[in-house]
């Protein structure tokens, strides 16, 4: 197969039909992921291809959804659940964090529950309430949990195969606001592990780390820093649990600055454990305190004043300047 440019979210579709057509165990299952296709067309045609037992549709019933998920990963199935937009994720948190995170280790290895658990996650679409959360840190706190994040088409085809073959559960977060931007995707190329953060663009004055969402945007504030002689070293998380910091170590290491990014708010965010760690790490290579560029300590604002929620180009920008401020 020819590399092709596809976008996100028709990459994240041509992956779960490999893994589909791949394994006659893995059963894709949520709210209108069928007939409609999802909300994103994230699952379009599965259904009509690969037939109503193995694309879904459930009641509107999250804590339904991963419960039944259980029980078919307990006879063998790979389930991989949708919820269909990150704030309804939290009617089955009990499900996840005490039953899903929790099995292997209460059966002492004897279980194994490969469940995938997709959640489009993150604001910048103009939706109402309940459809713009980042709940990633509630998840990668859990012990038993995997968590991880795509940023680009070519990461989307690769890692959501990678999570369904995985024995492990893992809650695989999307980023919504990237769903319809276009990469280059190569069906053949070897898939990168996928629990490795990746250097995406190289630099030598400040280490930019950010996740999902917000890659996008530390790679356009390089650009822009690039035009008045700063060079920013973009590194790509992927796995927020387990972290990949060991590249972050090296670049940090090099720079002596560093700048974390993340659209969920600041206060106990996967921002403060990086830096905690960056700072425990490199603590003699540092030249300035770890910064973070996040949303703010309140809930997900309404639609038409999101934009000053959101961490933007400029934001980061700011904080790169800060960074010489010591």
């Known amino acids: 197969m020819a590399t092709e440019a596809l ?29 409609l296709g999802g909300v994103f067309r994230i699952t379009d ?54 039953q899903v995170a929790k099995m292997h280790y209460r059966s002492r290895g004897m279980v194994r529950l490969p469940i995938v658990i997709r ?32 940023s680009n088409p070519s990461d989307g085809y690769t890692m959501i195969q990678q999570a369904i073959a995985s024995d492990d559960p893992i809650v695989f977060l999307e980023p919504k606001r990237r769903y319809w931007e276009k990469g280059e995707v190569d069906p053949e190329a070897e898939a990168y592990p996928l629990h490795s953060a990746r ?17 996008r945007t530390a790679l356009d504030a390089a650009t822009a820093a690039a035009e008045d002689g700063r060079e920013l070293e973009v590194i790509d998380l992927r796995s927020l649990s387990p ?11 090099r720079t002596g600055r560093c700048v974390v990014v993340h659209e969920a708010p600041s206060n106990v965010g996967l921002g403060a454990e990086i830096a905690a760690r960056v700072t425990e790490e490199c603590f003699y290579s540092l030249e300035s305190p770890v910064l973070r560029v996040t949303g703010f300590d309140t809930p997900y604002p309404a639609a038409r004043v999101e934009e000053e929620y959101l961490p933007d180009l400029d934001r980061v920008l700011d904080a790169v300047d800060r960074t010489y401020g010591w």
């Open 45 to 98: 045609g599965l259904q009509k291809d690969f037939g109503e037992n193995r694309v879904i549709d459930t009641p509107l019933a999250e804590s339904g959804i991963i419960g039944t998920a259980v029980g078919l990963a307990l006879r063998g199935y790979r389930p991989v659940c949708e919820i269909q937009f990150d704030g309804f994720v939290y009617p089955a948190y009990d499900q996840i964090v005490s």
């Open 199 to 215: 250097v995406t663009r190289p630099g030598t004055d400040v280490t930019v780390v950010a996740y999902g969402p917000m890659v």
């Open 119 to 150: 959640i489009p996650f993150g604001g910048g679409i103009g939706a109402v309430e309940h459809h713009s959360e980042s709940p990633e840190a509630y998840f990668a706190h859990t012990p038993g949990l995997k968590v991880v994040t795509c």
């Open 243 to 253: 972290l990949d910091l060991a590249p972050v170590y090296e670049s940090v290491r």
């Open 7 to 35: 976008t996100l979210g028709k990459a994240l579709n041509a992956g779960l039909r490999r893994a589909l057509d791949r394994d006659p165990k893995v059963v894709i299952m949520g709210e209108d992921v069928g007939k």
